[in-house]
């Protein structure tokens, strides 16, 4: 049986929050922007961020952007000539006023692949007198850089938030999580995603209380059908249906954000095929979004967007992130209308009154 957590539970310790690289610099901004005094000594590793807390869990629940938590126990080369002796004792501080005295009973636990794993085992299991259930544990004992940490099953992403149905391409939740904060949804906005696919940004979109309508398109059926069942628990109004990116059925200057994963060429679509789609899909993108809006697209097709964005008039790229998931590095292109776009359209509108 897997422990639950109390959130509300006062913990301390030192924590180590797993991203992507690439999340990760959002991650450590967030971070940063809870501070002090639950935050302290806040750093950064490639794809990692740790820092010593002092607080409630549910403060650091809205840290979205990190797949999974852990407690530092040591830095690895140092536990291997002391036997493990500090780790242990990180173990037991953090059962006695930690993250781990936060679960809801004794966990059970593993050790990953570590050199001296086994005498870690006998350490554990003899000193804390916990289970070791390679199968079904609480605590994932590993390595991760030159740390040694204590992951809190938990607190992974997967149990975090609801399992959603997938298919393939499906954009990474954490990934997701990044596109979401880098298009700033407002309360009030229409958040418009036209490569739904599963529905993973509207979902993220609605999970972190933004978006006053939520809309997906999507040219598979399959699809849609998944992203409808991944969108039954979602509490802000939306809209799937099947269209084409490239053929919006949807007013001039109507969304607010466009958030979207675009296809690869890869596991979807071709190259061949963006060729044409891309410029044709940032034509109705620069047709729909509002003036003041922004649109935030995921691809690995990197020289075919670049070129259609130049190709397309009135839009622009105003930041680039690239971020490593699964074997890609796709990048993150944040896009809005170009200043002097900005301008006409306040001439016509003063034009028109």
């Given at each position: 049986m897997l422990r639950e957590i109390d959130l509300a539970s006062p913990v301390r310790g030192h924590l180590h929050l797993e991203s992507l690289p690439g999340v990760v610099d959002r991650l450590l901004q967030h971070c940063h922007d809870i501070g002090a005094p639950a935050l302290a000594n806040i750093r950064r590793t490639s794809d990692s961020v740790h820092f010593d807390f002092d607080?409630?869990?549910?403060?650091?629940?809205?840290?979205?952007?990190?797949?999974?938590?852990?407690?530092?126990?040591?830095?690895?080369?140092?536990?291997?000539v002391d036997g493990f002796a500090d780790a242990l004792a990180r173990l037991k501080e953090s059962t006695d006023d930690g993250v781990i005295g936060a679960l809801s009973g004794p966990p059970a636990y593993r050790v990953d692949r570590i050199e001296g794993r086994d005498a870690f085992i006998d350490g554990v299991s003899g000193t804390l007198g916990w289970k070791n259930d390679p199968r079904a544990w609480d605590i994932n004992i590993a390595e991760h850089g030159r740390f040694l940490v204590a992951e809190v099953g938990?607190?992974?992403?997967?149990?975090?938030?609801?399992?959603?149905?997938?298919?393939?391409?499906?954009?990474?939740?954490?990934?997701?999580?990044?596109?979401?904060?880098?298009?700033?949804?407002?309360?009030?906005?229409?958040?418009?995603?036209?490569?739904?696919?599963?529905?993973?940004?509207?979902?993220?979109?609605?999970?972190?209380?933004?978006g006053g309508f939520l809309l997906g398109t999507d040219i598979s059926l399959k699809a849609l059908r998944?992203?409808?069942?991944?969108?039954?628990?979602?509490?802000?109004?939306?809209?799937?249906?099947?269209?084409?990116?490239?053929?919006?059925?949807?007013?001039?200057?109507s969304v607010d954000r466009v958030v979207s994963n675009m296809p690869f060429g890869k596991r979807v679509g071709s190259h061949e095929v963006n060729s044409?789609?891309?410029?044709?899909?940032?034509?109705?993108?620069?047709?729909?979004?509002?003036?003041?809006?922004?649109?935030?697209?995921?691809?690995?097709?990197?020289?075919?967007f670049q070129q259609a964005v130049?190709?397309?008039?009135?839009?622009?790229?105003?930041?680039?992130?690239?971020?490593?998931?699964?074997?890609?590095?796709?990048?993150?292109?944040?896009?809005?209308?170009?200043?002097?776009?900005?301008?006409?359209?306040?001439?016509?509108?003063?034009?028109?009154?």
């Open positions: 607080g409630s869990l549910q403060q650091l629940m809205p840290l979205r952007m990190f797949s999974s938590l852990s407690v530092v126990l040591d830095e690895t080369e140092h536990a291997r938990a607190l992974h992403r997967s149990r975090r938030y609801p399992k959603l149905h997938r298919i393939p391409a499906s954009v990474n939740p954490v990934v997701a999580s990044l596109l979401v904060q880098l298009a700033k949804p407002e309360a009030d906005s229409t958040v418009y995603d036209p490569f739904c696919g599963s529905g993973t940004l509207l979902t993220e979109t609605d999970a972190v209380g933004k998944v992203a409808r069942l991944n969108l039954e628990l979602v509490r802000t109004p939306h809209l799937l249906a099947e269209a084409r990116a490239e053929l919006m059925p949807l007013p001039s200057q044409r789609l891309y410029p044709e899909f940032l034509a109705e993108l620069a047709r729909v979004l509002h003036p003041k809006g922004r649109a935030v697209l995921l691809t690995e097709d990197k020289k075919r130049q190709e397309t008039r009135r839009i622009h790229v105003i930041k680039e992130v690239q971020v490593t998931s699964g074997g890609l590095h796709p990048t993150a292109y944040v896009i809005e209308y170009t200043q002097k776009s900005r301008r006409m359209d306040r001439r016509r509108k003063r034009q028109g009154q």
